[in-house]
Each structure stands twice: as C-alpha cells, then as structure tokens.
C-alpha cells in the first residue's frame, strides 16, 4: 500500500501563492490516481483536483480551475498543487489521497489512501 504525506501549507496573503507537495511512499506512484481534496472549518470534505494514472489527465473542481494546477512527477514519488491567486474562501486543510481507479474521481469514498493534511490560510 501507499502512503502520503502533504506538506507547504502555510499562511498567505489574498492574491498570493502556494505549492503543496504530496510525498508517496511504498508502491510506485504512477500505479495510483491522485486526488487533492480539502476541508475548511465546519464543511464537508470537498474534491479540489485529480491526476489520473490511465493517461495523466486533470481535472478541476470550477471553484479552483484557472487558478490551481495539480502536476505528478513519478520518478519523484510526489504530486504537487499550485495554488496561484488565493482567496480567504481557499483557507481550509488539504489532503491527498490515492486510489487504484485508473481514472479521476470526485468522491472521497472513492479513494484508498490518506495523507494527514496540510493547512493553508489566506488572510491579510
């Protein structure tokens, strides 16, 4: 099995930018679809992004697309958001998580594997 560790959340101002890094170890990452989600305080975990492992494909939640860009690189073990043009609605923990479903899914029930979080803040 896989496990993932996230890591470069922190505090940003509005406008501003983050990458998270998502660290996979134990199984080859190209085995796995690779989801963002993320919870802010008092709401539902929501989907953010995917990287399917079929084709490497993306996709957006629309709250994020044009500002977020999920890349993987395999040799790395490690799938990456950009976060550009953060906003204070952005502000919550993100995961990610890794499924053997070749293609993208937008259900957290559809995947496996768990890292423990990181927080990002957008405030000034």
């Known amino acids: 099995q896989v496990q993932l560790v996230e890591s470069g959340g922190g505090l940003v101002q509005p406008g501003g930018s983050l990458r998270l890094s998502c660290a996979a170890s134990?199984?080859?990452?190209?085995?796995?679809?690779i989801g963002w989600f993320r919870q802010a305080p008092g709401k539902e975990r929501e989907w953010v992004s995917c990287?399917?492992?079929?084709?490497?494909?993306?996709t957006y939640a629309d709250s994020v697309k044009g500002r977020f860009t999920i890349s993987r690189d395999n040799a790395k073990s490690t799938v990456y958001l950009q976060m550009n043009s953060l906003k204070p609605e952005d502000r919550a923990v993100y995961y990610c998580?890794?499924?053997?479903?070749?293609?993208?899914?937008?259900?957290?029930?559809?995947?496996?594997?768990w890292g423990q979080g990181t927080e990002v803040a957008v405030s000034s």
């Open positions: 134990g199984s080859p990452l190209d085995l796995y679809t």
């Open positions: 990287s399917a492992s079929r084709d490497g494909s993306t």
């Open positions: 998580a890794a499924t053997w479903f070749r293609q993208c899914a937008r259900l957290s029930s559809g995947y496996n594997y």
